[in-house]
């Protein structure tokens, strides 16, 4: 089924020449300027349109350009003076201030942005947007495999999502880009969004690299007024889904790990411990080869929490609980077996507080090794 | 050539089947109990070896018997059980209190240790002890492909270390058991060694992942008077180069690479930097197809310290300049052809303090997947 931006809302992808071949300039614009959001990266080395984004927050927004195969990090003013350069032309094909122009960029870092290629495809990129959503979705994407896209309804209103993920996905945002675009009236967009991330895209981790380009917008057309409790709500079931996506999708990987995390003193707790499974090399081979290592969870955990106590741990891989509270149990087997899925849970119980979290991970295979031991030169 | 334990200690190893090949049992034997001094893993999920030498720190030693094969981790109340059978059947071998005796162990967690193969080989073993360290060495071996022996002079005194590593090697010591002997007579051993590991195991890394058994012995016999400044510098150049054999024998890796950070505000900021960019997988795969993407470096420090100022960073890949102070420049082909080699330095210069740092890592390789995707079953 094709999904539509929500009312209000076009957008176009195209091949501009930044990668080889495929699509990688994509545009996503809105009938009038609308409020809009952001979360970004809190990287030190964040790139030039992460910089030009985060000093138009507050303002409204006509338009978002955003290009795949080129991140625009860490290349120092040519690169700040090429977002400059981007939004201006963007802005004279649809006839805005620069200032309403946003963009984003995904791709190699310290490499400078060929601005002449985007600039010469704007002008008739802005003049084909669309309803439909999928050129879009497909025309920002890296080493995805496939376009990411979530939808949810608040009351009468719609939330549409599009998003790319692959690698460099890490807790505090992975290394993604996601946009959002709403109908809705909504009063506090910042808080909803912040409150939507934490609990989405800030609990994937791939390869526990935070990018340099990390960016969630969330443009809010306006005329549909709905409770802010319904929004969030629909908000954070876009952003789930669109970071299970990421997860699902993750480069190289074969296998999607919900990792659950029970009884720690509090949600930050359980988030660090969960975090600290999902970011240990070990065990993410250990899932690759269907190897029931749960000493790798321990361990893992062990060490990001120095009082974790043991004798009050159990864990489970599936149904099969392999530890509990101190001592081995269960049967290995029957954990391989489980392990041998596509998708599976591994539960820990850490003791009896309140906090708990979900992180969702993959695994660690040699097509992550393969497809990242190469590509600058 | 042979190396020899110093004056006073003797050792040996055998296969008593824990592992399926090999040797895996290790005896290091003093002639009478001596002063000792050891550093462990931080890991709540401590083995019940770690456990028991903690608890017998301050004093005195007659042997340590290592075994590999079994981490004795996380195994409950019948782990910290097997540890006092094999300290209890060791005193019994050699004619001294059960409390005289050390317990370190390597290999899987959560599987019960199989004292009883421990203690049969016990007694011949105590009872063939040489004063050549090589079959101790090679019987503490786990995957790596070596045994890593590392020797120094401090004054009339003689320093002999023996390790194991290979990977579960990261900062906060490596997956590692290191046993250090010397002659020498020293006031503040505790303090001599914590000097030393903070130098040099603590500053590896292969996969981030600190392990459950991290152990660092020293043992000495006390007969030979040193100057406490020169026995430092002796236990610190055997420490490092222990430290940088494991780096080099790292679990399926290709390549070993020095990290240089300088200009940090102190030493502990530029430690940080360096153990964060050693901890990147997508550095590390990058480093593995020598691939120059230098961007991953400012990303793995920018996601360390956001404070970093790209304008006053720096990085070099052997002796090319590719990021001169905020700007991309040198060439990445140059850059690429220095990283095809074996062993090659990566240079960070984060600004103007006088905080330094050297951090080994090597590179992630296909063979550390598939070493480390199965095993457990």
Known sequence: VAVNWPQGFAGAGAGCGIKPAGDDLAVLVADVPVAWAGTFTRNAA???SVHWCRDHLGGRVKAIVCNSGNANACTGAEGEAAVHQVAASAAAALDCEPDAILVAS???IGIQLPTDLIITALPSLVANVVPAVDDFARAIMTTDTKPKIATAGAGDATIVGVAKGAAMLAPNMAT????????????????????????????????????????????????????????IAALTEVCKSLAE???????????FVRIEVSG??????AVTLGKAIA??????????????????????????????????????IGAELVFDRGQPCGSLEAARKIMEADDFTVTCVVGTGSGEAEILTSDLSTDYVTLNATGTT
Chains 1, 2 share one sequence.
């Open 279 to 316: 970011a240990s090399d070990l065990w993410r081979t250990a899932v690759n080869g269907s190897d029931p290592n749960w000493g790798r969870i321990l361990s893992a955990m062990g060490s990001a929490d120095r009082s974790l106590d043991l004798g009050k741990t159990s864990i489970s």
């Open 46 to 48: 964040a790139a030039a």
């Open 245 to 255: 996506q990421m997860v699902r999708d993750a480069e190289g990987g074969s296998k």
């Open 176 to 231: 993604m880009l996601a946009f959002i675009t709403t109908d809705a009236r909504v009063d506090d967009l910042h808080g909803a969004l912040s409150t939507a991330v934490s609990l989405s895209f800030d609990r994937i981790s791939v390869d526990a690299c935070e990018s340099t380009n990390d960016s969630v917008f969330l443009l809010a057309g306006g005329q549909v007024p709905v409770s802010t409790k319904d929004f």
């Open 106 to 108: 995904t791709g190699t």
């Open 264 to 269: 720690a003193n509090d949600e930050p707790a």
